[in-house]
């Protein structure tokens, strides 16, 4: 059936990364008459409080779809809390296998480490990201390859307190084994170029660790302490290998190594391992992932959950 011109919906979950949240959205499909779609919305979680707003124009004659948005946010992760205000335009169309997104974002950020000095730092950034995709199925890969690279920058010309270009690569790699098994292979690496960390908002700097990531560690544990707090640092790396044995088509195991971290010297490299074991249920979503992890470097158990499917 068509779906309704109007809807508001309501929401509840829990996360293994920030907690348990309650939401609520607001769509409208034909905003002012313009066949403009209004998407809006509020959600709390214990770590993380979003408010947004996102108007989706319609695509153009070569598929081409713009929006733009304004969101305002509050986190509170590993003693580091920020708040910010970001302002961005995106242009986002598929050629084939190949994805592509520009987009235009200012933001001011206010960030309280505890134990150390608050800073504010604000960014103008244009972004460009690609991802191409040549996989069997979208959602449950068994066989091909994901690839994304992005590049961003800004300058003190142009409403920054930063001169900086960020880089960041990732890939998966899917290999069927056998009838039903799979072997998925993964990596991240990232660098912001700046004089220093400093006069750059979190978002253009890297922290790892918990679902999704590096897991056995808590929700972005590894990073630069500041204080008690961890903060982004200018270099990241991560890799993930992971063996799935599904027994029927339904319902699998996982057994998996992450290792990786994020600093922002290369002097100050240091590897966090993490590994264990999983439960895999396939879904029309994709497969839900529950994973028990034991983090090498934190010397404890941790236990993620997530929808596994690629980005």
């Known amino acids: ?3 309704a011109a109007h809807r508001l919906s309501f929401g509840a979950g829990i996360s293994s990364n920030t907690g348990a949240r309650v939401e609520t959205n607001f769509q409208t499909a034909d905003l002012f008459g313009l066949a403009w779609e209004l998407n809006t919305g509020l959600r709390i979680e214990q770590k993380k409080q979003t408010a947004y707003a996102d108007i989706f124009f319609p695509p153009d004659a070569s598929n081409r779809r713009t929006s733009a948005g304004i969101m305002a946010q509050a986190t509170d992760i590993q003693d580091l809390r920020t708040e910010r205000i970001a302002i961005g335009v995106q242009q986002a169309w598929r050629r084939d296998r190949l994805e592509t997104r520009l987009s235009l974002t200012w933001q001011d950020e ?8 608050d800073s504010y730092n604000r960014a103008l950034v244009p972004n460009v990201s690609w991802t191409w995709r040549h996989v069997d199925n979208l959602l449950d890969p068994r066989d091909g390859i994901v690839l994304q690279g992005q590049v961003g920058g800004a300058a003190k010309a142009v409403l920054s ?9 990732r890939a998966q790699y899917f290999i069927p084994i056998g009838r039903l098994d799979t072997l998925m292979l993964s990596g991240d690496v990232g660098y912001t170029l700046a004089e220093s960390r400093d006069g750059i908002p979190q978002e253009y700097l890297f922290r ?5 990531s590096i897991r056995g560690y808590n929700y972005l544990s590894l990073g630069v302490s500041d204080g008690s707090a961890t903060v982004g640092g200018r270099y990241m790396a991560t890799a993930t290998a992971e063996y799935t044995h599904w027994f029927d088509d339904q319902w699998g195991v996982a057994a998996f190594v992450d ?12 590897i966090a391992v993490g590994y264990g074991l999983g439960a895999r249920w396939r879904t029309v979503a994709g497969p839900v992932a529950v994973d028990l992890a034991y983090g090498q470097q934190s010397e404890s158990v941790h236990l993620h959950f997530s929808l596994a499917i690629p980005f």
Do not use: C, Y
């Open 161 to 169: 307190d930063q001169n900086f270009i960020r880089l960041l690569g």
């Open 208 to 212: 790892t660790g918990g679902t999704g």
């Open 1 to 3: 059936s068509e779906r």
């Open 259 to 270: 290792a990786g971290n994020a600093v922002d010297s290369l002097s100050d490299v240091s």
């Open 110 to 117: 206010h960030l309280k480490p505890q134990g150390a000095e």
